[in-house]
């Protein structure tokens, strides 16, 4: 009986998604809110950024590109994986933002957001969090996300600040 439950347990926990065995060329991410940042990179060391601010008195984006080391990309491959496991297609992604926040679920407001995107030979995954749904439940994740897009900034040179308990 308890190989029975083993086995199934095992099976069970293999029917998540399954992650693609090509590697990831291309890792985007985007922070969404009253200041956004768009970070790209690429496995072949090519990184470029956006960072944008929602002021009273607009301003245009601040750009740039910078070089980075296989060992870099990896880095930041490791930092995203968690998240890569939710990861799905586009319409799924596209799913959690018309949906925005389940009902009856605590939602609050103008939290921002974060969209991460995976691409290699044969894959397109995406994962989306909304920072104000449920935020207590999801503090954690939160803050592991903001810490992520935070440490982006070494390659960038700007800064990028997150007030905590957001």
Not at 18 to 31: D, G, K, L, Y
Not at 66 to 81: G, H, M, V, W, Y
Request: net charge positive; glycine share 8%.
């Amino acid at each position: 009986m308890l190989t029975r439950c083993l086995a199934l347990s095992l099976v069970l926990i293999s029917c998540g998604p399954a992650q693609p065995a090509e590697p990831v060329e291309r890792i985007e991410v985007a922070r969404m809110g009253n200041q956004s940042l768009v970070v790209v990179v690429t496995r072949t060391g090519v990184g470029s950024f956006e960072q944008s601010s929602l002021n009273e008195t607009p301003s245009p984006p601040t750009t740039g590109t910078f070089q980075l080391s296989l060992t870099d990309f990896n880095e930041i491959e490791a930092r995203f994986a968690e998240f890569r496991k939710q990861a799905g297609p586009l319409s799924r992604a596209q799913e959690k933002v018309k949906r925005i926040c389940p009902e009856g679920v605590p939602n609050a407001l103008h939290r921002g957001a974060i969209h991460i995107r995976w691409v290699g030979n044969g894959f397109d995954q995406h994962y989306y969090a909304e920072f104000g749904c449920d935020f207590e439940r999801n503090a954690n994740r939160n803050v592991k996300l903001k810490e992520s897009v935070e440490a982006l900034t070494v390659f960038t040179g700007l800064t990028y600040g997150f007030r905590r308990g957001l």
